[in-house]
């Protein structure tokens, strides 16, 4: 007989894995104890040396589907004569803590109880077990138990208590266990926060949805807005009094089945929407006979983003009130984060939901519904938040512990602690006061869970971030070195670290809306030599004048002029009179602007993407981020072969013949579909000539796609297609955003490499 210490890292707490080790050692007759504490789990196990080894091959390979087991380290310790094997409290100690379990998706299990007339969770709408509900969101501090969370002030009744304390229950040490006697509960409130007298508020709440109205919803991390999605009176009204004039909004349903009337979904698709995830997927419109949503839910566009049911609440509005589909959209006001006090969504959202069904258990951690699209079965996450925060990803480096601030746009942080990365979840755009405090909020919660103090602070390059002037004030205040990096070189750099990859030079071509460039101009279309420590931009696309600055990018029709005039001179006014027309009185003064050569000056990829779908009659202004190159891809017509030709002149990918083929084109009466066919075949032709040649150049193999604009799945496609025909390696953002959303994660591994 001997007696090891077995520490198991990773996210181990909240998923059931104390009572999997119990029933584990139960199985193979060992003897001792199990505990959680800061640093994760701790078992103490004693038999057989053989059987002892069996017991943590078990472990390892048997673990329950939500844990996530980052490291095993077993020594050997003193016997203690246990006659069994037991749970025992948990301990509070200093030092490094483990990794919170992110909010999990109801399971069948406790499904199949919530529409069980013979159970006693019998549609109650808080039913969880060690396999799903809220973890993330109810966490106030570690050690991941009940007195530690929000659930603190629902005292279990004696059946819940039973449930609690017995080993072979579901709900063994299930911290959120409750029921309809001791747990949370709803409350319909009427549109100015006032209490609805009624017998049952979900039900009450699905009237409201069947005659058109919108219901502020309180489930895990925040509020939505929901409304019915087939009811075009109940769209109309939600897009006027939120001010969103076609941004898409986000359908739930309560089964795949739904889904596919609709939309065309794979089986890899599938699987990973009924994940414990659970985040809204990009799937493209299906033409089923009789099931065409309204268009107004997603104008303009081909894809649909929809998710399914993932909290007991959703699924019991499904079954009472009949719908089939449900707009579920943040409840926030506009570049404001999501709502999750109750007294907080009523300010924020009085006059746009016409009722609140609101709830008694805080939401400590606030997230919004995490976002991706599929592409060769895997996700490539779009916003990260639900689901997935804070699980942390893990850097091929380790170092002492820092912040990376990352960028202002979807502004998320990221916290090193070892090799681990620790990405906050989508907090909103950072120039928002409120989105600002929300950053200072979740920072204090992640310093205090992660028990670090950090060393150094990493920041984009662009002196009046709001992000780079909080780490000017961070830095002064803990007295650290802060480190600034290029915007496009972190992007490349997200994507090095998602995948492990070594010191080794890579090319990155971070295509995306605009970056502070190293000479003082916008860039956005970059070919950069990389490696951990350091880039040469090798080429970009050919700079033009943005004609008014940031009102370029929601205005297109400045870029489409200044690109316009980049191609044609003086006779862009005859060879777009259309874009000419839509100017009126503006032209002359922007081409005045033009003409000087003014900066900013600009070589935005996501710019000229503005650019074609203004001159080709799609859209001239972005009402959202990234409308007009969304509904640019979404007219790409297939049968479309051809492509336009860019010029390759050295360091600059030159797009002003294409602009003139345009031209032709439009004269021609071509369809827009085909223009922008040949603009996104010309593009992905264009890049992958540009990489060959540097490639080449010096030496590499491995390309980086990442920015935004790779979220233009056309565009990936044909540019994942072209570049593997010419024998090159290619990754991708996957585990991040390749949007601004990564960028943290890359300055993270900057920061780590730049202090080793």
Known sequence: MEAREIRIKGIVQGVGFRPFVYRLAVRFGIKGNVLNDTEGVLVVAEGESKTLDNFIRAIREEAPRSAVIREVITKPTERTGASGFSI???????????????????????????????????????????????????????PYDRPSTSMSPFNMCENCRTEYEDVLDRRFHAQPNACAVCGPQYEL??????????????????????????????????????????????????????????????????????????????????EILRSPAAPILLFEKSDTPGYRLPETLAP?????????????????????????????????????????????????LRGIADAFLVHNRDIVGRSDDSVGFVFESDMVIVRRSRGYVPRPIELPISGKPLLAVGADLKGTFALTRGNEAFLSPYLGDLAGEKSLELFEEVLERYLNWLKIEPEA????????????????????????????IQHHFAHGL????????????????????????????????????????????????????????????????????????????????????????????????????????????????????????????????????????????????????????????????????????????????????????????GFANAITEMASRLCEEKGVEKILLTGGVFQNTVLLELTAESLRDIGLKLHWNKVVPPGDAGIALGQALFGLATED
């Open 88 to 142: 025992i409290r948990s301990e509070h100690r200093g030092g490094e803590v483990t990794a919170i379990s992110p909010d999990l998706a109801t399971c069948d299990d406790c499904l199949s109880e919530l529409f069980d007339p013979g159970d006693r969770r019998y549609g109650y709408p808080f039913i969880n077990c060690t396999h799903c509900g809220p973890r993330y969101s109810i966490i106030e501090k570690l």
């Open 189 to 270: 409130l009427d549109g100015q926060g006032h209490s609805v007298e009624c017998e049952n508020p979900i039900e009450e709440t699905c009237n409201l949805l069947i005659a058109g109205k919108i219901v502020a919803v309180k489930g895990i991390g925040g509020f939505h807005l929901m409304a019915d999605a087939l009811n075009k009176h109940a769209i109309d009204a939600l897009r006027k009094r939120k001010k969103r004039p076609a941004k898409p909004f986000a359908l739930m349903v309560a089964d795949i089945g739904t889904a596919r009337l609709f939309c065309r979904i794979s089986d890899s698709e599938a």
């Open 300 to 348: 303009g566009l081909d894809r649909l983003g929809v998710f399914l049911a993932y909290a007991p609440v959703h699924y019991l509005i499904f079954a009472l009130s009949g719908l089939p589909v449900l707009i579920a959209t943040s409840g926030n006001r506009r570049d404001e984060p999501i709502s999750c006090d109750n007294e907080e969504a009523i300010r924020a």
């Open 457 to 484: 602070i990493v920041c984009d390059l662009h002196p009046d971030y709001v992000g780079t002037i909080e780490a000017e004030k961070l830095a002064r205040k803990w007295r650290v070195p802060l480190y600034r």
């Open 494 to 681: 997200s994507v090095i670290a998602e995948y492990g990859l070594p010191d080794e030079a890579c090319l990155t071509i971070a295509l995306d809306g605009h970056g502070y460039g190293e000479d003082g101009t916008i860039w956005g279309s970059e070919f950069l030599l990389t490696h951990y420590g350091g880039f040469e931009r090798l080429a970009h696309i050919y700079n033009i004048p943005q004609p008014g600055g940031d009102k370029a990018a929601v205005d297109v029709r400045r870029m489409a002029l200044s690109w316009g005039y980049a191609a044609f001179g003086e006779e862009v006014i005859g060879r777009f009179p259309e874009l000419v027309k839509k100017l009126g009185n503006k032209t002359e003064p922007l081409l005045n602007i033009i003409r000087e050569n003014r900066r900013p000056s600009t070589s935005s990829a996501g710019r000229l993407f503005d650019a074609v779908a203004c001159l080709s009659g799609i859209c001239c202004e972005n009402t959202y981020e990234g409308e007009c190159p969304q509904r640019l891809m979404a007219a790409v017509d297939y049968t479309e072969r051809a492509s336009y030709d860019f010029d390759i002149l050295e360091m600059t990918l030159d797009p002003r013949p294409v602009i003139r083929q345009i031209s032709v084109d439009i004269g021609n009466n071509f369809l827009p579909g085909k223009i922008a066919a040949k603009f996104h075949r």
